[in-house]
């Protein structure tokens, strides 16, 4: 266990599925390099088969008894998907009765291949949310357990979870270990690679891409034992914000708003059913476990309270006005951090991160 924990937390019921996070992930850190097919944050409808495909069913994560569970690594054509380019140069040079625009490969897969089809019948009792997800850089992760080279780590200042890449032999028993499945291997070096919370960024106070660029403005971050963080109080104050599959063992430290209302449902004559919920709550206490009904029920009553007197705290929280309170990143804390590692203040690196081959030089592959 690491001294001082990041978290992110998400507000289901604000995301709009625009996948502008990804996109910010992608071209900051996934779009070349062997890194094309990954998806650091991806955006999944749900239900649906997710990213990679029927990444619940994989394996990975821990029992009862605290045991490594034995995990599949997804396959690249089936699971994750080939990433594909399109012919933009033939689009110039071809003659015009043989011009058109197609991807270089015929995709099979690819991620979001099921997107907003969700489940029940259109319009009677249809519904889905989306599910941003990211890597949840456990308390106790799967992946560092898995891995037989001591090649992960979980830093001591942050709990941010990074792969060692001089001593990663791309083994990917971390793959089958992480039962989230956000950890993947880079062909092109034969690592192990997944997302870092952009600590660069947060190393400068500033949150990872994907919260500060997200459109719904769903994402908070902070430190949590930090009694003034918004995450603090979304987690352990409110209790709303609960981990993904807790199942799992794994201790995540993404929480997650779960969706609170949902339309009713229409009957064959599509007349609305009052009093129903299209969305069944046995998908959430998957999702979630069986606090899932404490936070929904917490949600409410503040929705109720915040109409009736005008004034709720959470509900002020989750309206998100400033980004400002929504991230807490104290670089003070990481100033003093470099001064005890003996590093230049604020130097945007992790020692550990850049002392091999892969990571320093940048662009020598
Ligand atoms: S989500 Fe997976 S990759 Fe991330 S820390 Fe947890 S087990 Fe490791
Ligand atoms: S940017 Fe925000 S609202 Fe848009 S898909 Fe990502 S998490 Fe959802």
């Known amino acids: 266990m690491s001294k001082r924990q990041l978290a992110m937390v998400m507000d289901l019921n604000k995301c709009i599925g ?12 996934t779009n070349r390099n062997g890194r094309e097919y990954m998806y650091w944050n991806n955006v999944e409808t749900y239900p649906g088969t997710g990213y990679p495909k029927n990444w ?11 045991d490594l569970q034995p995990g599949v690594i997804p396959n690249l054509e089936a699971d994750y998907g080939v990433p594909w380019d399109y012919n933009y140069e033939s689009l110039m040079t071809d ?34 949310f989306y599910l941003p997800r990211i890597c949840n850089h456990c308390t106790n992760p799967g992946c560092l357990s ?38 993947y291997f880079n062909p092109k070096i034969s690592k192990s690679e997944k997302c870092i919370l952009c600590f660069p960024r ?52 993404v929480y997650y708003v779960p969706p609170t209302e949902s339309p009713a449902k229409f009957d064959a004559e599509g007349r609305i059913i009052e009093g129903s919920t299209r969305l069944p709550i046995e998908e959430l206490e998957k999702l979630f476990g ?30 998100a006005y400033q980004h400002s309170d929504m991230f807490r990143l104290d670089n003070h804390y990481y100033q003093e951090v470099a001064k005890e590692q003996k590093r230049t203040p604020l130097a945007p690196v992790d020692t550990r991160y850049i002392a091999g081959k892969f990571t320093k030089t940048g662009g020598h592959h």
């Open 290 to 319: 069986p606090e899932v009904h404490h936070a929904i029920k917490t949600l409410k009553a503040e929705m109720k309270k915040r109409k009736e007197t005008g004034v709720s705290e959470l509900m002020d929280i989750l309206i």
């Open 202 to 253: 947060i190393e400068q106070g500033l949150p990872p891409a994907c919260a500060q660029q997200c459109v719904g403005r769903i994402r908070f971050v902070g430190f949590l034992d930090d009694e003034e963080s918004q995450v603090y109080k979304l987690v352990h104050k409110y209790k709303v914000a609960i981990g993904l599959r807790p199942d799992y063992g794994t201790q995540p430290n």
């Open 95 to 128: 003659s015009a009765d043989h011009r058109h625009f197609q991807p270089h490969v015929s995709p099979t897969w690819g991620p979001n291949w099921d997107e907003d089809q969700g489940a029940g019948v259109f319009p009677v009792d249809n519904y889905f």
């Open 146 to 183: 898995a891995c037989p080279r001591d090649a992960i780590f979980k830093r001591e200042q942050d709990g941010v979870v990074l792969v060692d890449l001089d001593r990663c032999q791309g083994y990917r028993y971390c793959i089958a270990g992480c039962p989230y499945k956000k950890i």
């Open 18 to 29: 625009c996948q502008t996070c990804t996109v910010a992930c992608k071209t900051q850190w």
């Open 56 to 66: 619940m069913e994989l394996g990975g994560g821990f029992d009862a008894a605290g």
